[in-house]
């Protein structure tokens, strides 16, 4: 080993949901490991922090999307920005983790140097200036989507005379009463912010080429509510967690096998919510549910807003963008003073970390998924990405919990470098799947960016959480595909692993 360790054993990327369970899970279960979070940001919370649209809320109940060891106490289970950032700042500071946060570091780049056992991270600070770190393991909760561009669809917006906007980029204090609004877009953030919009703009409109699959449920769960008062709280959380994990799943499932009825269960929910004489046309996309996420429209309220006349929808596809509004192809005008271009995010791989191997760059679309975690012939680094058809926690939660009982192994069995080794032979047996079974545009535009994803586990970014926790719970870290080795026996050691898995 080397005489001089690294600054940690482990560097966590970014403090959002992702990061903060990381560091909550290690201070739990690796007590005599070391870490720091490094945080781009002046503020914790990721995507929390950073979108600031009116009524920015969740799209999934905070008893899956809050972590497995932290009670959600807010009456609303589906919670906007501002209770959200609230918990995890508490978490943060109950638990020790805010002193351990470097914020306004951004991460340039990463290179693991297999002699030194150690990755090389370079960043640049707020000021411009940059700074070294060095950590034993590499653990990146840097979210899926670019913090720096969104997705741009490639419109000419010159001639407009109004202001256009991004959600990513919310400007501070935006004065929109009495204004007309055309929210660009039909996804979860159009869906937030036309009816929080609609309650000061004159008159707001979405503006959608293709409609989405709308659900409404109420923001307060009148079940976890219930329970909350006659049992102890963590035990409520604990089986308020599971009913909804497994109605997720349900949900899902049957959506797959009978896309048939659950259309009809959302069009007969959407006629309670605006009556029989709805526009269906508007409502009902030409693909199945599920094979994009639903948009969660809380209390009705995107419902109620339409039926009071202070929103709109339009269907329909933007022929050019004129001084006062859009001219759509059916030569219809739609006036207004703001335009929110709510068409979705850019995907990022790796938070567009420049990640290198004894300064080789990582090409990670020629790396297979290994356990929806780690990848093929990468040492010693971890990932979060969550699920698409559930909360992104819940990954996040059992993710932590294996990187932790592997930092654990590591340390007994007195190795630096942990690899999921496969070879040529064996990866020339693998069967690739789709990664991502969604339509979503977003999804369909970084599949060249993404990973390989094989049919079978452990090579693979599974989308089923029920069957993910109990595999990564069950098999043992030591599965005969991780490589455990230190930097003075490196070749010797990976050598034998790759005769043995031959």
């Not at 920005?81 to 918990?87: D, H, K, N, S, V």
């Not at 780049?109 to 034993?136: I, Y």
């Not at 990670?364 to 780690?374: I, L, N, T, V």
């Not at 789709?434 to 369909?444: E, K, M, N, P, V």
């Amino acid at each position: 080993m080397l005489a001089t360790p690294p600054d940690f054993d482990v560097l966590i990327v970014g403090a959002g949901i992702s990061g903060i369970g990381m560091a909550a899970h290690m201070k739990m279960k690796t007590p005599h490991h070391s870490f720091a979070i490094v945080e781009r940001r002046a503020n914790l919370g990721g995507t929390w922090d950073l979108f600031r649209y009116p009524g920015i809320r969740s799209d999934s109940d905070m008893h899956t999307l809050g972590f497995d060891f932290e009670p959600w106490r807010h009456e609303k289970s589906i919670a906007d920005a501002p209770a959200i950032l609230e918990y995890l700042n508490r978490i943060v500071d109950e638990r020790g983790i805010r002193d351990q946060i470097r914020f306004g570091h951004k991460v340039l780049s990463a290179d693991f140097r297999e002699d030194e056992a150690r990755w090389h991270v370079e960043m640049e600070r707020e000021d411009g200036s940059t700074a070294h770190l060095t950590a034993n393991f590499l653990y990146l909760g840097s979210g899926y989507y670019d913090y720096d561009e969104p997705y741009d669809p490639g419109f000419q917006l010159g001639a407009f005379k109004g202001q256009v906007l991004h959600p990513q980029f919310w400007p501070e204090n935006l004065d929109y009463e009495g204004k007309k609004v055309v929210v660009i877009g039909s996804g979860a953030t159009a869906v937030t912010i036309v009816p929080s919009m609609a309650e000061k703009a004159a008159k707001v409109t979405m503006l959608q080429r293709t409609p989405t699959w709308m659900v409404s449920r109420p923001a307060k769960d009148g079940f976890a509510n219930a329970i909350r008062k006659i049992l102890p709280e963590k035990l409520a959380y604990k089986i308020t967690r599971a009913k909804n994990i497994w109605m997720q799943d349900f949900v899902f499932k049957l959506a797959r096998r009978k896309p048939e009825k659950i259309k009809q269960n959302l069009t007969k929910g959407l006629e309670k919510a605006m009556g029989p004489d709805y526009d269906k046309e508007a409502f009902t996309p030409p693909y199945n549910p599920w094979e994009q996420r639903l948009c969660l429209v809380p209390d009705s309220d995107m419902f109620e807003a339409i039926n009071a006349g202070k929103a709109h929808i339009v269907t329909g596809h933007i022929e050019a963008f004129e001084a006062g509004g859009i001219r759509l192809k059916s030569g219809e005008l739609i006036e207004a003073d703001i335009i929110i271009t709510a068409t979705g995010l850019k995907m990022a791989v790796a938070g567009k970390i420049a990640v290198s191997v004894n300064g080789e760059a990582v090409d990670f679309a020629q790396r297979f998924y290994y356990k929806g975690c780690m990848f093929s012939n990468l040492p010693n680094l971890a990932v979060v990405f969550g699920y698409l058809n559930a909360s992104w926690t819940l990954r996040a939660d059992i993710n932590s919990d294996y990187i932790c009982r592997l930092l654990n192994d590591m340390r007994a069995k007195n190795a630096s470098i942990a690899t999921p080794v496969l070879t040529p032979e064996m990866e020339a047996q693998i069967e690739q799947d789709d990664i991502y079974d969604f339509s979503s545009g977003y999804i369909q535009r970084s599949k060249h960016l993404q990973p390989k994803n094989g049919v079978n586990y452990p090579w693979r970014l599974n989308q089923e959480y029920v069957a993910d926790r109990k595999l990564m719970a069950k098999d043992p870290v030591d599965d005969g595909i991780l490589s455990f080795t230190a930097p003075s026996a490196n070749a010797q050691m990976a050598d034998e692993q790759l005769e043995a898995a031959e």
